[in-house]
DNA sequence: CTGTTAGCGCCTTCAG
DNA sequence: CTGAAGGCGCTAACAG
């Protein structure tokens, strides 16, 4: 691949000059200019960002490490970073933790050694184990944190507000006059789950309920988990008359247990989800879900990560950006008995 | 950040025996490679990659140039070129190039910059511009076609084979006893869709059938498209009594117009699909379709790639791998009338 | 077994 | 307006 002194020789000039015209970086003669130019056309010359990073210490590209890619809320937020990051130029070196210390360990240190200028971390709900938490507060890379903390890191945060999701899509059930309002939730431990389980509850509260226990059934955050939470739900002695399932995918497997057992929706079971997938619109019926700004946490989250990269000294920012209640046909009045 | 020069200094000994007893690239006594490798520790040294690669001309990443990271096919197959690179220690740039051959000239320009060491194009439907075009077939990255063949492009290609999904679709609802059977498909120029299509009309042809123009409908190829597909086909005077949609969300879209119609699926309707994803399974009723070896598609790309960064001279490869019928509830025999 | 040296490709003073 | 020279951090001959 041609080189800088290559372009140099051929069009009679200095690397220096050369150099110039392309970084437009001092005043060079117009004739010079042009033959200089017309060189790097002829032999296709393309700069090496490597040499020239070496030299900057900046290499314009970021990491970005998620649990999994292929999670529909990972993927629209991966979008919303590499948009924001193609806009100013940069690239995105993206990396699949699998909720695996040790692989996202691996991950960041081959990031570190490259030279990342920043990265985007989505950390999931394991825990750092000992090295990755070594190398993300050692603050040789500047971090932001997508949605999930990180136990000992303490950096910029923007999340998405699964208090309040769960506590709309509560609402609205109660709204419609349900009363006896499950919750299909993910593992426990999970804090996305967990946050949105927390709304659920803090709606029943205002409305003077309680969650019931047995209306309470933790699942893999899936559509199998959704589909066994809700099926246990329905087989009840006094099943729910609606139910609330954390995130879209929980609530399609709920959908399709309904079905299964005979419940017709909403008619005789509401169903409420979270995350609005692109299918979720589709689903039978057309599901009731918070659509939560997935692609702008990704962009809110590479601006601030920028800034930083730039040396803002601006005090630690945390938000939580909230979703928004989109009805559709799961959810209905509870029918009369 | 700590530097080679700066462990020598601190350890007592030249760059190059640190370089030696980092790469174990020739033999070092043991007290000086212990103390080296105490200072690393100390001083929390990591190498710097890029200064390695300007040396070794590798840069020991590949650049990933996909249509949208959001579909779930692209979010599959990317998974696997990821998953297939970490397995041997490389990084994945990211590029969504949306179809827009400007886009996508830009980002190659980067990544080019940058000295990836091969590229994964997934090229969509769109026709290269001059630029693109003429970057891709200047050699001065190693490529390997995803799925989408690029005219005049003339590399490794590791693809889907559409035909045989359409194929395989149409004959079990044929072998279900179907003779009516339409086709909902996406955009007519779309390269996949089309040969899905194909392979619809060769099952049709193989049992002496045609298919009957008013029978095939082309949209876009997401949810809505294949709901007003479907709804179309639902409103004729002649309804198919089944129905081959080319992909899964717009299968997932049918099911819903069918649905919204008052069609019971699959006793008055069934639909295939073709993908298989996640939510399939778990659709109202769950979907009978075909499900892509897209992660597969994936891993033997990145395999393939990386064959060819090191040099492998063997001739051009090409395969299509087919996918694999999964029946579920959506499709059945044709009620008698 | 270890150190010195010469670059990799580029940018950037410093001179002219 | 232009060129020469040094150095970013690392590796790999080449010496010893």
């Given at each position: ?213 047995k209306l309470l059934v933790h699942g893999s955050a899936d559509c199998q988990g959704g589909h066994d939470a809700a099926r246990r739900l329905l087989g009840l002695d006094a099943p729910p008359s609606a139910l609330f399932a954390c995130n879209d995918l929980m609530a399609l497997g709920a959908l399709c247990a309904a079905r299964e057992a005979g419940v017709a929706v909403p008619a005789a079971l509401s169903v ?66």
């Amino acid at each position: 691949m041609a080189t800088m002194k290559q372009v140099a020789e051929r069009a009679g000039v200095s690397t220096s000059t050369v150099s110039h015209v392309i970084n437009k970086t001092r005043a060079v003669s117009e004739d010079v200019r042009e033959r200089v130019l017309a060189v790097i056309g002829e032999m296709g010359y393309i700069p090496n960002a490597m040499a020239r990073s070496l030299k900057n210490d900046k290499t314009r590209t970021i990491g970005v490490s998620v649990p999994d890619n292929t999670h529909a809320a990972m993927a629209e937020l991966l979008r919303g970073i590499e948009d924001a990051a193609f806009a100013v130029g940069y690239n995105i070196m993206l990396c699949n933790g699998y909720e695996d210390p040790q692989r996202q360990a691996a991950h960041l240190r081959s990031l570190i050694e490259k030279r990342i200028d920043g990265l985007v971390l989505v950390a999931g709900a394991a825990r750092a184990n000992e090295e990755l938490a070594a190398l993300l507060s050692s603050g040789r890379v500047p971090v932001v944190l997508a949605d999930h903390a990180v136990a000992g890191v303490d950096t910029d945060f923007i999340g998405l507000d699964h208090e309040a999701t769960g506590y709309l899509a509560t609402r609205h059930l109660l709204e419609l006059g349900h009363r006896r309002i499950a919750c299909v939730a993910g593992p426990a431990h999970e804090p996305a789950g967990s946050a949105r389980l927390a709304g659920c509850r803090r709606a029943l509260a205002e409305a003077g309920l309680a969650l019931d226990p047995k209306l309470l059934v933790h699942g893999s955050a899936d559509c199998q988990g959704g589909h066994d939470a809700a099926r246990r739900l329905l087989g009840l002695d006094a099943p729910p008359s609606a139910l609330f399932a954390c995130n879209d995918l929980m609530a399609l497997g709920a959908l399709c247990a309904a079905r299964e057992a005979g419940v017709a929706v909403p008619a005789a079971l509401s169903v409420a989800g979270g995350d609005d997938l692109g299918v979720a619109a589709f689903a039978t019926p057309r599901l009731t879900t918070v659509a939560q700004p997935s692609h702008e946490m990704g962009r809110r989250l590479t601006e601030l990560l920028l800034q930083r990269i730039q040396g803002d000294p601006a005090p630690r920012h945390q938000t939580r950006l909230g979703g928004q209640l989109v009805v559709r046909h799961s959810t209905a009045a509870p029918q009369a008995r």
